[in-house]
Structure formats: C-alpha cells, structure tokens
C-alpha cells in the first residue's frame, strides 16, 4: 500500500459543478495535508494547506481533513475552465522535510 | 521576479551522457529540494538540503549527485544516463523548520530529461 493514495481520474465535470477531490494516507504520523494544483507543462502551486483535522475556506476551495478515517478532501464550488489541472494532494509531519505526494488527479471543467 | 528558476526548461541527451540541471530561489528560504515527477504525475522526492547540508537523500543511484553551493542554489548532476531516467525534474524551496509556514513549498517550472 502506498503511503498516499489518490483517484487519478481523469474527472470530467461541466462548469459550475463542485467537484470532490479526495486522498487517502496510512501515516497517523501526517499533521500537515497540502493540496497542489499542476498546470499542464508547469510546476505545482499551492494551493491551500491544513494543519491537522478541521476545514479551510479560501474563495471557492474548501481543504477538509479527517484524521480519524485518515482522509482528505479538496472541494472546489463553482468549477471553471481554469480549473482545469492535475490536483496533488500532499503531507507532512510536524517538523518533517520530507513531503510525501499523492499520484495526483486530472480535472477538466468542460465550458 | 521568478522565485525558483531552473535550467535548461528541456534536455534531450544520449544514453550513457552526463548532464547537470540548476536550480536557484531568490525566496531567502533555507530548505531547497529536488524532485523526479515520472510519466504518470507520481511527484517523488529525491534530495532535501537544508542550508547547504544534505537532510534528505531518498533511494535514488548514486550517478545522482546533488551539489548546494549555497543556500540559493541547489545543482543536480546526473552521470552516465539511463533511458529510465527520462522524467521531469523539479526543484523546490520551503522556508526552515522553526518557520511557521515552513511547510510551504514553492516549485520551480521543471526540466523535461529526455534520454534516447
């Protein structure tokens, strides 16, 4: 089993969908859970991060962690064409240097 | 101003060469890294340096050598290389770990290796 699981899609949905991204983890270890958005051709961007449980609210984006069942979730209200990119979550531990990635999800928003 | 930088963007080399990839961040950030992103996405970390001294060092062959000449430079050299080595390399800076926001990671634009 991988450390960091991810449903690599591809996701398809119509613009204006929410769309659901999600990551699984075996570490309890794990206290920081980042998501990355990766243009085609491009380095990844941050895009938001959560430390610990709880939820995050950044625009149209909501970063939700769920310790107990070691899952994550990225959604995203509103979807647009811009949307359009691969979605990697990732995490860390307290004091860690060493980030651990999901395989990552492709997402297009169909106009 | 580009905050990590990367050079060549492409290389395309023979089986067998050596080439080096370089990486600069203008961030001030102490942690820089490189990373090798496989055809399928799958992002996997290959060297940690932490102010000039190497923290991370993944199960990576050892024709992988990376080279901090100083906090804002992190180099790559690859020696005698392999069809499979053929990827998009990363770098990437995060501030120490006594930062608060030292979880954040800032990603140069990649090099696309390709190796015939």
């Known amino acids: 089993q991988k450390e960091v699981e991810q449903d690599p899609g591809p996701l398809s949905v119509p613009e204006g969908a929410i769309v659901s991204l999600n990551c699984t983890y075996s570490?309890?270890?794990?206290?920081?859970f980042m998501w990355y958005r990766q243009y085609s051709r491009k380095g990844p961007e941050l895009l938001m991060y959560t430390y610990s449980s709880g939820n995050k609210e950044d625009g149209r984006f909501t970063a939700q962690v769920d310790k107990s069942s070691k899952y994550i979730s990225l959604f995203i209200r509103d979807s647009q064409p811009s949307d359009s990119a691969t979605y990697l979550c990732a995490m860390l531990i307290n004091y860690g240097q060493n980030f651990v990635f999901g395989p990552g999800t492709r997402l297009s928003v169909l106009p | 101003d580009t905050a990590v930088s990367q050079t060549p963007k492409y290389l395309v080399t023979q089986m067998g060469n050596d080439k080096s990839i370089k990486c600069e961040q203008n961030?001030?950030?102490?942690?820089m890294y490189w990373y090798k992103q496989d055809s399928k996405k799958f992002l996997k970390i290959m060297f940690s340096y932490n102010n000039k001294e190497l923290i991370i060092n993944e199960t990576v062959p050892n024709r992988f050598s990376p080279k901090s000449p100083d906090k804002a430079h992190l180099n790559l050299h690859i020696n005698s290389l392999e069809l499979g080595d053929s990827a998009v390399y990363f770098c990437?800076?995060?501030?120490?770990?006594?930062?608060?926001?030292?979880?954040?990671?800032?990603f140069g634009p990649g090099t696309r290796l390709t190796v015939l």
């Open positions: 570490n309890s270890a794990f206290q920081y």
């Open positions: 961030l001030g950030h102490d942690t």
């Open positions: 990437a800076s995060s501030p120490r770990r006594d930062r608060p926001n030292y979880n954040e990671q800032f």
